[in-house]
């Protein structure tokens, strides 16, 4: 710690819409500025580097989720912020009691069940896209999927206008207060009564995930108030963040070359597709820690009691980890990439979002001989999202 230097300043603002639409220059300029940086336009430290990344991850003790998961410093006097994230945003031990009752929540019997849905409205679905040809696989797919099988099995209520606006209010919210945070803030205004309506114990449906939740809490297992927390996290991360991942494995399948005739010929291999799509194009672009004292990190000294970005998107592109990173390949080993994050936070819902675009992507596989692009694909710029708005897809059937 002695010989540990200043870290580094950026002069570059990583929200800014030019960067959100085309991240990986910037996060170029992060990882070679060193092991940690310091972005000036936020005064917050950063890293970008896959090492630095998962021991900012997996090192609560040091780097705490406790100061949300956000740009934001939630225990800062004034600080501007939703409530607070009863399983992300607390640390062991409390976390791990919480952790292990949502656990028992997706036991493998429930997949079981969530399997055989996906996989029938899965090919339902791709059905009915194939007498049209031309789709949005944006829209017509992977919001037309996961609005249908992840709201069947969360059991809750659904507006297509209200989940798309809460969605933009929860990805831009968590970054600075810049014009994509009020636009989204203005646009999610009108839901907010909804929103919280929905996370009732009257509008769940029975045998859902939310309200198993409620059972939970009936049963003394977890404390009053946090069942309606949990549906809250897993409407506001369980779609969107789904949604991003299938738009760009789907983008990177139609574009890049003699991969789908490659998942053809390897059918098997599905799953690979969602891991590299999401590993390249990684959907939670950023999220935070909070330092819990003076300490080291790579060399770098850091102060107590300041805010920590984890690029994760740059981590998975980090040419230190990851041979050829920028390059789509079906054949990589994905084990690692750092998407679903990891350590004591790792995506909980990592299994169901997997089992969603397996069963999408297979009910293709099964019909569909090309993917081809119909136009130019469209990135949305959201603060913490790598998310498309657009994607024209031609489908040729079999
Ligand atoms: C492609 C889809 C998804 C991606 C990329 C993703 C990504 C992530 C990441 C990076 C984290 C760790 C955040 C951190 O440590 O700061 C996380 C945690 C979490 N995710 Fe996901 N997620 C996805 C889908 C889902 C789904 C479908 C659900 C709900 C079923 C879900 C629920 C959660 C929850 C509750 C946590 C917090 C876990 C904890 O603190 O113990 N996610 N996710």
Redesign the pocket.
Same mark, same amino acid.
């Given at each position: 710690m002695a010989d540990a230097i200043a870290p580094p300043s950026l002069d570059i603002d990583p929200y800014s819409t030019d960067v959100l639409l085309d991240p990986y220059p910037f996060h170029e300029t992060l990882r070679d500025a060193g092991p940690v940086a310091h972005v000036a336009a936020h005064d917050v430290y950063a890293v970008g580097r896959y090492d630095e990344a998962v021991a900012v991850?997996t090192d609560h003790r040091r780097f705490s989720?406790t100061g949300g $998961?956000g740009l934001a410093d939630a225990r800062k006097p004034g600080a501007s912020f939703r409530p607070l994230n009863a399983?992300?945003e607390v640390d062991p031990p409390d976390?791990t009691a919480l952790?292990s009752v949502v656990n028992k929540v997706l036991s493998p019997a429930a997949v079981r069940q969530w399997r055989v849905d996906m996989q029938r409205d899965a090919e339902a679905l791709v059905d009915a896209l194939l007498d049209r040809r031309e789709v949005d696989a944006v829209t017509d797919m992977a919001e037309a999927y996961v609005f249908k099988v992840?709201v069947d099995a969360v059991g809750v209520r659904f507006d297509r206008d209200a989940i798309l606006a809460i969605g933009d209010m929860s990805f831009n919210q968590s970054g600075p207060q810049n014009a994509l945070y009020h636009r989204a803030m203005a646009r999610a205004q009108p839901y907010l009564a909804w929103f919280e309506e929905s996370q009732q114990r009257h509008n769940v449906a029975p045998g859902g995930i939310a309200e198993k939740f409620f059972l939970a809490e009936d049963a003394g297992e977890v404390q009053p108030g946090i069942a309606s927390n949990l549906v809250r996290?897993?409407v506001r #991360? #369980?779609m969107d963040?789904?949604i %991003? #991942?299938l738009g760009s494995t789907l983008l990177h399948l139609a574009s890049a070359h003699g991969q789908w005739d490659w998942l053809r010929a390897n059918p098997q291999k599905v799953r690979a597709a969602f891991e590299e799509g999401?590993r390249m194009e990684t959907?939670?672009q950023t999220?935070y820690r909070v330092t819990m004292c003076d300490t080291e990190l790579g060399g770098i000294a850091l102060e107590a009691d300041r805010k920590i970005a984890i690029f994760?998107g740059a981590a998975n592109r980090d040419p230190r980890r990851w041979p050829d990173p920028d390059r789509f390949d079906l054949r990589r080993q994905t084990v690692g990439h750092l %998407?679903?994050?990891t350590g004591?936070?790792?995506? $909980? #819902?990592?299994m $169901?979002?997997r089992l969603e675009a397996e069963c999408l992507l297979a009910a293709l596989l099964a019909r569909v001989r090309a993917i081809e692009p119909a136009g130019a694909p469209v990135w949305r710029p959201v603060n913490q999202m790598r998310t498309l708005d657009r994607l024209p897809l031609r489908l040729v059937p079999l």
């Open positions: 991850f989720t $998961i399983l992300l976390h952790r992840f996290t897993f #991360g #369980g963040s789904t %991003a #991942g999401t959907p939670f999220t994760i %998407a679903f994050g004591d936070h790792n995506c $909980i #819902g990592q $169901i979002a």
